[in-house]
């Protein structure tokens, strides 16, 4: 089984969508990591779905896939980052409407899975507070998400209210283990912030597996690093998502590497790749022996 390959076009802001999708396509990437944001996808702009019906058909052109991200840092609010987010004191419902509108555009691109993350709690307010509204808000979402037939994946996010896979276990455990609600797994949030290196990490939740970012991390810093310049044996957690048959997408995040987005996709393909063909020969030494 061959495991496959996208990148986030929230690391190549630089770029109009449809040169990042050439660039991406050419370098033999099989899907993106779309976020709805307003240098591509703006969710809040005019003529959305004739928007969306143009990347989609761009898209199907190049023969790549598509998960739909939401880590827009200011589409909803110019002087907040992230906010507001479904933990926020206010504005709660404008985070929903958003990922209500991922999950359409989701729809409407075949997506994968729509990621999303909880949000950082607010100063003075109870984790008991933290967990009413994040269920409430998920649970408006995965409404949405059983109306279109779309699959919602979670990200636990260092910092944030839900910061690890643990944490995304018990929301998934206080809405009744909703089949429509996935599990994100970032290999690199697995060394910075997780017990457990991201091979392990991935067995773990590798039957709720339903999203895969990749980049490289150093423990107890939340810098997205190109791979090499960390410490993720990405090897080890590719094989490990071959153990557990994932098939979904592999998409580097390195939303701060937009200056050189070229250059760095083209590394980056090239070292899951070889990364990949190690992991690969690791199993079938594993089977000889």
Not at 2 to 26: E, I, K, Q
Not at 95 to 118: H, I, K, M, N, Q
Not at 128 to 143: K, N, Y
Request: charged share 25%.
């Amino acid at each position: 089984m061959n495991l496959r390959f996208g990148y986030g076009t929230n690391g190549f802001t630089g770029h109009r969508l449809d040169d990042a999708v050439a660039v991406l396509a050419d370098l033999g990437y099989d899907g993106v990591a779309l976020t709805l944001d307003q240098p591509h996808l703006d969710p809040f702009a005019p003529d959305l779905a004739a928007r969306t019906d143009a990347v989609h058909r761009r898209l199907a052109a190049r023969g790549l896939a598509v998960v739909v991200e939401t880590g827009a840092r200011y589409v909803m609010d110019p002087w907040h980052k992230h906010e507001p987010t479904l933990v926020s004191d206010t504005g709660r419902e404008r985070r929903v409407d958003y990922l209500r509108r991922a999950v359409r555009v989701a729809d409407e691109l075949g997506a994968e899975a729509v990621s999303f993350w909880s949000g950082t709690l607010p100063a003075g307010t109870s984790p008991q507070q933290g967990w009413e509204r994040l269920t409430r808000g998920v649970a408006e979402v995965l409404h949405e998400a059983d109306r279109r037939d779309v699959r919602c994946a979670f990200e636990p996010e260092p910092g944030m209210f839900v910061n690890t896979l643990a944490g995304v276990a018990e929301l998934r455990r206080r809405l009744g283990d909703p089949p429509r609600l996935a599990v994100t797994v970032d290999i690199g949030h697995c060394v910075c912030n997780e017990p457990a290196p991201p091979q392990d990490c991935v067995h773990q939740v590798g039957d709720v597996l339903g999203n895969v970012q990749a980049d490289d991390m150093r423990p107890g810093v939340h810098e997205h690093l190109e791979f090499g310049d960390g410490e993720v044996d990405l090897a080890a957690a590719l094989g490990a998502l071959l153990d557990v048959g994932y098939q979904g997408l592999v998409s580097v995040e390195l939303p701060r590497h937009s200056h050189a987005a070229p250059a760095v996709a083209a590394r980056s393909v090239q070292a899951l790749r070889t990364a990949q063909a190690a992991a690969e020969q690791a199993r079938a030494e594993e089977v000889s022996r």
